[in-house]
């Protein structure tokens, strides 16, 4: 191999601002783009749980069709397909706005969304009965057992998958490269392109993630230790990406 | 609206796309099949050596598992285009290049469900095993490995849906998938919506049924 190391390209030149603003945007995408998949999350939970069976059936259409599809594939969609849909005004402002970030966001969120709502769902699952029916034989109210007793099982049950999940969501945002999105990837492929170091710029690009993605799980596995109920296994979620 | 477009393009966008039947070397089945098993091959391996009694096995197995569980596929896609080709001195096809790219990444999620799977074989079939006379390798092959494997087909199921959604990724270097045919085709017909909303179903359709069979297998091969 006659390669030729030279990894002062990383901080010569724009690199360091370019790879500096990468990080801030794919961790601005992915703070947003949670948000979003948090609400529909819980949204679409519940709505599975409503007495109504149109209300059932729109969110488990909306979970099923959204999670079961690529998201690079919603991404073109948001991105290509959506926008000549809306108010000619409205596309104008979006498009002098950033439109590939919201795009980017949305294509994310949903998806995630879908996903979220699968985990929260199986976390509130798997408390058993049982425990519902001893709390509200102790004489609390139905409120009450929710809020001192099944709401914080389902938290904490709910953390290590949805912490997985939301690491997912973070290494996702990558696929943002594909509509223009200057995220960490992209600007990792610009330094590339620039100064023709493959190895050097995917390095630092790949560190970076690893670092984001390593220090996240260090905090969670935390979290999860402090609350951990002591013989509760969570039965929760897969390896899925 | 105007679902012909699909209809006009209804060759390039199934046979080449999806089964990769055509003038060109794509489609997503001939990416996803073929990286599920080679992927699973070297799982078997990664799964094993996260198992290991000697740290000098066990140790990088699992540097090589968090290593690709903890960066995107887009990363890993890009490594193996930029370096495949300067490590071996020799111009690889786009196919290659996927291929290698999946197999690597898919291995390591694929090993960590074969590693589940090998430990949620109870402990005392092992000690009976032992007992009996088998040696260790004995009782891998013939006690172990066949009870796991039984036990995974699930999760296997449900990876190669994951698998078959992210192989649209390899579209990003050029390969012709499912998702590069339609955009392609948008390129020339300008059809975004009618394009990308009737391949979101083809995937559904593809992935809904699998996930479907991946529940009935849960079911059926439930331990009693």
Known sequence: ?241 | MDFGVIYRNWDFLIVQGLFGIGNFVGGTLRLAIPAMLLGFILGIFIGLARLARSAWIRVPATVYVEFFRGVPLVMVIFWFWFILPVVLRIPLPEYGIALAAFIFFESAYLGEIIRAGIQSVPRGQIEAAASSGLSSAQTMRHVVLPQALRNMIPALVTQFIVLFKDTSLASIIGYVDLTKAAQIVNNREIRPFELYIFIAAVYWLCTYAMSRYAQYLERRLAPA
């Open chain 1, 1 to 241: 191999m006659n390669y030729r190391f030279d990894w002062s390209v990383l901080w010569s030149g724009q690199s360091g601002a370019w790879l500096l603003h990468g990080v801030l945007t794919t961790l601005a995408m992915s703070a947003l783009a949670w948000l979003l998949a948090l609400f529909l999350g819980i949204l679409a939970g519940a709505l599975r749980t409503a007495p109504l069976a149109p209300l059932r059936a729109l969110a488990t259409g909306y979970v099923e069709f959204f999670r079961n599809v690529p998201l690079l594939v919603w991404m073109f969609f948001w991105y290509f397909a959506a926008p000549p849909l809306l108010a000619e005004n409205l596309r104008d402002w979006l498009f002098d706005h950033g439109a590939e970030f919201w795009a980017g966001t949305m294509a994310l969120g949903v998806y995630h969304g879908a996903r979220f709502s699968e985990m929260i769902r199986a976390g509130i699952q798997s408390i058993p009965k049982t425990q519902f029916e001893a709390a509200l034989s102790t004489g609390l109210s139905t409120g009450q057992v929710y809020r001192l007793v099944v709401l914080p099982i389902a938290l904490r049950l709910i953390i290590p998958p949805l912490t997985n999940e939301s690491l997912n969501l973070l290494k996702n945002s990558s696929v943002a490269l594909t509509i223009g999105v200057a995220e960490l990837t992209f600007q990792t492929r610009q330094i590339e392109t620039y100064t023709a170091k493959a190895f050097e710029a995917l390095t630092a690009g790949t560190l970076i993630y690893l670092v984001l993605c390593l220090t996240i799980a260090a905090v969670m596995a935390r979290v999860e230790r402090r609350f951990a109920i002591p013989g509760m296994i969570a039965r929760v979620g897969g390896a899925e990406r």
